[in-house]
């Protein structure tokens, strides 16, 4: 039974990423150790490590790539919140401040009203004496 398809590109999926020819070497040599198409001593001696080295950096890819692979949170990750400015941050402090006394002096008046109502309605109602119209010379 033949199979019908596209033949497997294999390493050569690796030539037009970014990325420098050393590490695209590498990674061609990583993807041909697991899938058996270059021997492990071969590759260590064209990319001039020890086979320590090339176990730990083909370890450390292996789980770069599964990190990448790891589910995420469904949308756009959040946008970052802008940093304010110094003189930002000083003025919105002192509109805080402001607001506050004015809050307390609200708080004040309404204890002074309810404790003495009779200073708040006089000094409200203005003068009791009528105002006297200019009358026209005669």
């Known amino acids: ?7 497997p590109q294999g390493v050569a999926l690796v030539m037009p990423l970014e990325g420098s020819e050393h590490a ?3 990674l061609k040599l990583f993807l041909q150790t697991l899938s058996g198409g270059c021997r ?4 260590c001696a064209e990319l001039g490590i020890c086979e320590s080295r090339f176990f730990d950096q083909r370890a450390e890819w ?3 790539a599964l990190e990448l692979l790891e589910p995420r949170s469904p949308g756009r990750p959040p946008k970052p919140q ?4 110094p003189a930002e941050v000083e003025l919105l402090r ?3 401040q402001e607001l506050q006394a004015r809050a307390a002096a609200v708080e004040v008046q309404a ?3 309810s404790v003495l109502p009779h200073v708040i309605q006089r000094s409200s109602a203005g003068k009791k004496t009528k105002h006297l119209a200019r009358r026209p010379p005669r």
């Not at 039974?1 to 033949?7: A, E, L, P």
């Open 94 to 96: 002192h509109q805080v």
């Open 111 to 113: 204890e002074l009203a």
């Open 62 to 64: 292996l789980q770069e």
């Open 24 to 26: 695209k070497q590498r």
């Open 1 to 7: 039974m033949s199979q019908t398809g596209r033949k």
């Open 82 to 85: 802008p940093s304010l400015a």
């Open 40 to 43: 492990v001593g071969e590759a």
